[in-house]
């Protein structure tokens, strides 16, 4: 609406001023705090308005004085770690602790996952549009990362389909390995920085304050999960169909992502994973087998931060290649 067009218009001019201040005449006229509190007004409003959004926008050009911190953000409902399973046993225990539990003799079915080695993230889409990019941060509060989460390259800026109105998507933020080693060379010749990782670089290049900076790093996200859903959408009840609705309103799913029948099938998915590990476009640190239907799954419930329902199964250390 045309008063956001005009907020963001005057905005920009401040901005634009306070940045000549700041790099040419040395003498900034606004405390540091006020200027990223404008800063980011003018990204909000551009994350609600991407009409609003122009390359001419200073939170779209490199020249733009960097913010010297990020905002809070609390999660609606926290962002859970996973247990761990070293081998087949642990993972057999885990399965035979939750047929006790259900206290059920019947099969049940299991969401089976690759393990990103990223960052996890929580993006919040609000009628369609992405309005905000939180990091896991403890779990409880993260940091806004909005400007970031924006320059991910596969990400979709508006939903697409039948999506509700409120949906925060939970997911890892990665580097596929290739651009990673690409990125490292040209850091490498430039004599600048290099990673040690895919997971260090994805980490490292969503925590940047500078977001043109965090522009130039090929980051791709794949989403694993919903947080705050708003009510009334009618959600599967089995967390496979769940990231099929996710890919149906245009969010992009790992390919590897299987349902199994029973927890037997786990260690074949397990295997087989393992045995492409290094064919595929990103690292990867095991896998998360989850109880497929959500039901079981809420009856399950969680201990401390860590769902009952669900387990990453890590494969063995690979021996570390130092760049
Ligand atoms: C922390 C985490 C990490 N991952 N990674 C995948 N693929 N799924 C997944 N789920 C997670 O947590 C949910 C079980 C809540």
């Known amino acids: 609406d045309n008063n956001a067009a005009q907020r963001a218009a005057q905005l920009r001019a401040l901005i634009t001023r306070y940045n000549r201040e700041y790099y040419e005449l040395d003498e900034p006229s606004i405390p540091d705090a006020e200027y990223d509190r404008l800063f980011r007004e003018l990204q909000q409003l551009e994350a609600e308005h991407p009409q609003l959004l122009s390359s001419e926008s200073p939170t779209q050009k490199v020249g733009s004085k960097p913010l010297t911190s990020f905002r809070q953000v609390q999660h609606e409902t926290p962002m859970l770690s996973l247990d761990n399973a070293f ?18 003799s019947s099969e049940i079915a299991f969401c089976c996952e690759p393990k990103l080695d990223g960052a996890a993230v929580s993006l919040l889409y609000e009628h369609g549009v992405l309005v905000r990019g939180a990091t896991r941060g403890d779990g409880q509060t993260g940091e806004d990362i909005t400007a970031n989460v924006r320059t991910i390259r596969n990400l979709a800026l508006q939903l697409e389909g039948d999506y509700p109105d409120r ?49 130039q790093r090929p980051l791709h996200f794949y989403a694993y999960g919903m947080g705050v859903v708003s009510t009334g959408t009618t959600l599967a009840d089995s967390h496979y169909e769940r990231l099929q609705q996710l890919q149906s309103w245009g969010l992009p799913v790992s390919d590897e992502v299987k349902r199994v029948a029973d927890g037997g099938s786990c260690h074949g998915y397990y295997q087989d994973i393992l045995s492409r590990r290094d064919a595929l476009r990103y690292e990867i640190d095991g896998v998360v087998i989850k109880v497929d239907s959500i039901p079981l799954q809420n009856d399950l419930g969680f201990v401390s931060r860590a769902p009952r329902w669900a387990i990453a199964w890590k494969f063995p250390a690979q021996e570390e290649i130092t760049t």
């Open 87 to 104: 081998s087949e046993d642990e993972f057999s225990t885990f399965v035979e602790r939750i047929k006790d539990r259900l206290d059920s």
């Open 167 to 215: 949906l925060e998507v939970r997911g890892e933020v990665f580097m596929p390995v290739k651009a990673f080693e690409r990125y490292n060379e040209q850091a490498l010749a430039r004599g600048e920085k290099v990673f040690a990782n895919p997971r260090n670089a994805a980490a490292g290049s969503l925590r940047q304050l500078d977001s043109s900076i965090t522009a």
